[in-house]
T-cell receptor
Framework: DAGVIQSPRHEVTEMGQEVTLRCKPI?????LFWYRQTMMRGLELLIY????????DSGMPEDRFSAKMPNASFSTLKIQPSEPRDSAVYFC?????????????FGDGTRLSIL | AQSVTQLGSHVSVSEGALVLLRCNYS??????LFWYVQYPNQGLQLLLK??????LVKGINGFEAEFKKSETSFHLTKPSAHMSDAAEYFC????????????FGQGTRLTINP
């Protein structure tokens, strides 16, 4: 079975540039989560979707961040303009409906460096 | 609001020794509990979970955890550490009735000494 697929695995760009991270969830999963991981703040939930609809975006740090899920098999997280403090590893995860006892399945992450 | 506290950001044990990683949670209602493992340059993988029933839960790679409601704890153990267990471990909690999202602890980095 294919797991959660994220691209790119690594991204290095200059401050002010637009960054787009991509995620393909596991087929049949109807929840999708975006996380950010840093040494200082640990693992933070940014936003999550259910059936392509954003449910909770309270973790999105500021208006420079946006996320979309145009269909069940694709989601993007965009940062515009990017800043050095956005450097982190960004994870996408997906899960099935069935209650909050369902585990989340994580991709391998995108390591983002903003110079 | 829920929260998860992992005692000890770094734990070091010798190969063959007992592994004990501590997790305490704060929740107004009984939660579901999870342990995840993260190897370098990878995403998190589920080790085990507690939902209902038996309070001692067995997971992959010889790990197990015991849910103790009276102590609001869900500590992770393994009788004999292996070099391949070196990784970061995360405890997480979700509410039985509520949004399908997890609250994670800060993680514990486990080092295995030869």
């Amino acid at each position: 079975d294919a797991g959660v697929i994220q691209s790119p695995r690594h991204e290095v760009t200059e401050m002010g540039q637009e960054v787009t991270l991509r995620c393909k969830p596991i087929s049949g999963h109807d929840y999708l989560f975006w996380y950010r991981q840093t040494m200082m703040r640990g693992l933070e939930l940014l936003i999550y979707f259910n059936n392509n609809v954003p449910i909770d975006d309270s973790g999105m740090p500021e208006d420079r961040f946006s996320a979309k899920m145009p269909n069940a098999s694709f989601s993007t997280l965009k940062i515009q303009p990017s800043e050095p403090r956005d450097s982190a590893v960004y994870f996408c995860a997906s899960s099935v409906t069935g209650g909050s006892n369902q585990p989340q399945h994580f991709g391998d992450g995108t390591r983002l460096s903003i110079l | 609001a829920q929260s998860v506290t992992q005692l000890g950001s770094h734990v070091s044990v010798s190969e063959g020794a007992l592994v004990l990683l501590r997790c305490n949670y704060s929740s107004s209602v009984p939660p579901y509990l999870f342990w995840y493992v993260q190897y370098p340059n990878q995403g998190l993988q589920l080790l085990l979970k507690y939902t209902t029933g038996a309070t001692l839960v067995k997971g992959i790679n010889g790990f197990e955890a015991e849910f103790k409601k009276s102590e609001t704890s869900f500590h992770l153990t393994k009788p004999s550490a292996h070099m391949s267990d070196a990784a970061e471990y995360f405890c997480a909690v979700s509410q039985i009735q509520g949004a399908q999202k997890l609250v994670f602890g800060q993680g514990t980095r486990l080092t295995i000494n030869p």
